[in-house]
């Protein structure tokens, strides 16, 4: 199966197959192509350039992207597209002032989200996770992270986990699976925080590895959830049972979370939101991932993660969408361009280097996605009409994904 896609305006985010993220200055300057082609063969680019070096080239399918920006497809590494219900009456709380931690305090979030994912079925929630999964590949992912976390007893845990798998089997995107039993403590364990971390440790995890249903480890690392040792402990666990940290860091305060992660060699540490200089510098001298949730800011009315700090510091920083019913329910990841461009002050090129290579190495995934190179993945969007590579997150709230191409295939944008 041969792609062709021809007189593109802009061929954006243009990599070397060799280099896996790109940090500080670098994700300001992946190369560019005007007027240029793509070629991709059973799902890998095999040629790009200028229009007049195409020649002649046979096709099984041909896009004409004549006035478009061709750029690779999303990975968003770290969203929770599995839950039950909604939360807006929790929306109208904190319109009226309360914060997160009073709303968790009264028993909503994730404990309001793990009361109603005990009572839905596996298959209704197969079925609202496939249309948000399908959501966000329409907007332009062709990587997706989803966590467990709503669950918070093992049984619940392995229900959410064997939905994403669910997810992995049905849906043209890859999807990677995180455990996060660590999210919040679960009802039963209220007042036994440590009681919890042992059935996670104990129970969770062993149960999790055995029948082989996520990658990753997650905890959510923070004031009011849990410790750093704890965290420790959890993923010194996790390690053990060969599945990777990724955490959850400093989104309500400087909590130790990212040294923990970078101790445990954490792939990513997300949040960030109140990362101080010191947390920086700290994943300087760390091949740790910052990944800054933009959404969840913007929904939450919380600080932005100092993404600009960051990246004049070199970091590889990554953005995701955190999509979840609580605190960012939304996984659009061209509303996160704009966001990151508007909010946290990164030039157009920086943010999509951020939801795309930086993204995929987030989940290790980054030789063979994320870029436009010979060699990698032919996951790819085209716009609708632009006049430049700006407009993207310029107009901000306009549908400007006309075509989400995964493995070189067109998908269904219907
Ligand atoms: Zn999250």
Not at 43 to 70: C, H, N, P, Q, W
Not at 111 to 119: G, K, M, V
Not at 228 to 244: F, Q, S, V, W
Not at 288 to 315: C, K, Q, Y
Request: charged share 25%; glycine share 10%.
């Amino acid at each position: 199966m041969r792609l062709l896609i021809k007189n593109i305006k802009t061929l954006a985010g243009i990599v070397p197959l060799e280099v896996l993220r790109l940090e500080g200055s670098q994700m300001n300057s992946a190369q560019q192509i005007d007027d240029a082609f793509l070629v991709a063969e059973d799902g890998i680019i095999t040629r790009f350039g200028k229009m007049e070096e195409l020649g002649s080239v046979e096709a099984d399918e041909v896009v004409d992207a004549e006035g478009r920006v061709v750029f690779p497809a999303f990975c968003d590494s770290h969203s929770h597209i599995v839950y039950a219900g909604s939360r807006e009456g929790e929306f109208r709380d904190k319109i009226a002032g309360m914060t997160y931690e009073e709303v968790a305090a009264r028993g909503g979030g994730i404990l309001n989200s793990a009361d109603r994912l005990a009572e839905a079925s596996e298959e209704e929630l197969f079925e609202a996770a496939k249309r948000r999964a399908w959501r966000m590949i329409r907007s332009g992912a062709a990587t997706l992270e989803v966590k467990s976390g709503y669950g918070l007893t093992t049984e619940s845990e392995l229900k959410m986990l064997r939905v994403i798998r669910r997810l992995q089997e049905e849906l043209p995107a890859t999807i990677k699976a995180t455990f996060l039993g660590a999210h919040a403590v679960g009802r039963a364990y209220k007042g036994r925080q440590s009681d919890y971390v042992e059935c996670v440790c104990q129970e969770m995890i062993p149960a999790v590895a055995e029948q082989g249903v996520a990658e990753f480890v997650d905890v959510f690392c923070d004031r009011g959830f849990f410790t750093p040792e704890e965290t420790a402990g959890i993923l010194e666990c996790g390690k053990r049972y060969g599945l990777r940290p990724k955490i959850h860091a400093n989104e309500l305060a400087s909590s130790g979370g990212v040294q923990v992660g970078i101790k445990y060699g954490a792939l990513s540490v997300d949040h960030l939101e109140e990362a101080n200089e010191q947390d920086v510098l700290d994943l300087k001298n760390s091949s740790t991932i910052p990944t800054v949730l933009p959404g969840a800011s913007f929904f939450s009315n919380l600080p932005f993660a100092p993404a600009r700090r960051m990246i004049d510091e070199g970091l590889a920083v990554a953005i995701a969408s955190d999509c979840n019913p609580g605190s960012s329910p939304s996984g659009n990841m061209m509303l996160l361009w704009s966001l990151a461009c508007i909010k946290m002050r990164l030039t157009p090129e920086e943010a999509l280097s951020a939801l795309t290579i930086n993204g995929a190495a987030a989940l290790g995934l980054s030789a063979d996605r994320g870029a436009i190179s010979v060699g990698r993945r032919a996951d790819l969007v085209v716009s609708k009409p632009v006049p430049s590579l700006a407009y993207l997150p310029y107009s901000f709230g306009e549908e400007l994904v006309e075509q989400t191409i995964i493995g070189g295939v067109k998908v269904d944008m219907r």
